[in-house]
């Protein structure tokens, strides 16, 4: 696979077949205690795929360019958690500033982004795989995307579930977890499509 094709297919497998909340189960606390609304869905969505996209490649290269030169590779853990809780302040205020409904509406959750897994996560798997910089991009982009398509998706289909009749053993909790094993099954039937190693 070429140089140019590669990130390319990293970013669409990062979507997919490697969705950090549907495969890697990543994330899934504000996952499931957020989706309940289409629109609060979405906000938490495109702030955690800013986190990400911005995040994963800073990591890179303060891993590459810091650590790694002066052997504290072991340090990564506690400095990938600084730069991220960095950004989600960031994010936080800009939030709070624009549009005070979707920050009252995210609640906790918001704050909470600094230790979403998914968002460690992806910064731990760009080290493991060993992406060079425009990789992490691309991965941190389509994790980030991944998991806003996963939010958003739940968030309708909970919002439909509101009318219809869902037997009594599985309203709550046990539809929700029902649905997200169909949604993880149907992101693996990608699977084979592109191969990424």
């Given at each position: ?15 997919f ?5 549907l495969?890697n ?8 205690a957020?989706?309940k609304?289409l ?13 990400l ?24 853990f ?6 991220i ?34 968002i460690?996560?992806a ?6 795989r060993?992406?060079?910089f ?5 991965f941190g ?37 029902v649905?997200a094993?169909?949604m993880?099954?149907?992101f693996?039937g ?5 191969a990424?190693?």
């Amino acid at each position: 696979m070429s140089d140019t094709l590669f990130p390319i297919a990293i970013f669409f497998a990062s979507i997919f077949t490697g969705n950090i909340l549907l495969t890697n189960y990543l994330g899934m606390c504000s996952f499931l205690a957020v989706s309940k609304e289409l629109e609060t869905s979405a906000g938490l969505g495109i702030a955690v795929t800013f986190v990400l996209t911005v995040t994963t490649p800073l990591n890179w290269l303060v891993y590459k360019f810091l650590l790694v030169p002066f052997g504290l590779e072991y340090l990564r853990f506690i400095v990938f958690i600084i730069v991220i809780a960095a950004f989600v302040q960031l994010i936080e205020m800009a939030i709070e500033r624009y549009s005070e409904g979707l920050y009252y509406a995210l609640g906790i959750f918001l704050p909470l982004i600094t230790v979403n897994c998914a968002i460690l996560g992806a910064s731990l798997f760009m080290v493991i795989r060993e992406y060079n910089f425009v990789s992490s991009i691309f991965f941190g982009l389509g994790s980030g995307l991944g998991w806003f398509i996963a939010i958003v998706a739940m968030a309708g289909i909970r919002q439909k579930l509101r009318t219809a009749k869902v037997p009594p053993g599985l309203e709550g909790a046990g539809i929700t977890l029902v649905i997200a094993g169909f949604m993880a099954m149907a992101f693996m039937g990608f699977s084979g499509m592109i191969a990424v190693s």
